[in-house]
């Protein structure tokens, strides 16, 4: 595992999960399978997680994970909606509580005006229960700094800490995730400069 990404963030949720008996999978792309390689590093990590799809083409996204050509054409592949699809899109394949994507710009060439270097969009699904309408899909936008190595582990350690406080936002019972972590220190070296998560509900059908 990469030895700049957090090793008690896997640990912290293999605690959730197992606690909420609940499942996940992940599809990533800028991080190319560090969030899977992070999750399994946990002994007895089958016990939650599904799958790890790296996705990292177009065709990739949406031949596996059932994403649109109309959001890769209209916003690119590092783009809110792409990130939310993908988050969904493994989620409902692999048929798992909690789907986690990655999406972004690890540098060091790639940025553009809109999306620059470090420019890496998180999204994380949920599948209630049938009937419920709990089901939604949150995406989040954050602005890592450092190289291209920098950028990758950051964004590993961003998506377990928001996966994290997602569980615990359903599951208040589940095992706190700000007593392991502290993210929130030097925000724009460390962790990067999110931006307000925007939140869809998934109407069950």
């Not at 969904?88 to 809109?114: F, M």
């Not at 030097?186 to 962790?191: L, M, Q, R, S």
Request: glycine share 10%; net charge negative; proline share 4%.
């Amino acid at each position: 595992m990469n030895d700049d990404i957090d090793r008690t963030l896997p640990m912290d949720v293999a605690d959730a999960l197992r606690e909420t008996e609940e499942t996940l999978s992940v599809a990533e792309s800028c991080t190319g399978g560090l969030i899977g390689a992070a999750i399994t590093a946990v002994p007895g990590a089958s016990d939650y997680f599904e799958s790890g799809l790296t996705t990292y083409a177009y065709d990739a996204k949406r031949r596996h994970l059932g994403v649109g050509r109309e959001p890769l054409d209209e916003h690119g592949a590092v783009s809110e909606p792409v990130a939310r699809e993908m988050a969904r899109g493994v989620r409902d394949v692999t048929n798992v509580t909690w789907g986690i994507s990655t999406t972004g710009v690890a540098g060091p060439t790639g940025g553009s005006e809109e999306t620059p270097v470090g420019t890496v969009f998180i999204g994380i699904a949920y599948a209630g229960p049938w009937g419920s309408e709990s089901s939604y899909a949150t995406v989040s936008r954050y602005e890592f700094s450092g190289d291209r190595a920098d950028v990758r582990a950051k964004t590993v350690d961003r998506a377990l800490a928001d996966l994290l406080a997602e569980v615990n936002g359903q599951h208040p019972e589940a095992v706190d995730a700000e007593t392991n972590i502290d993210l929130e220190t030097d925000t724009d070296a460390d962790t990067g400069t999110g931006t307000d998560t925007e939140t869809d509900t998934d109407t069950a059908e």
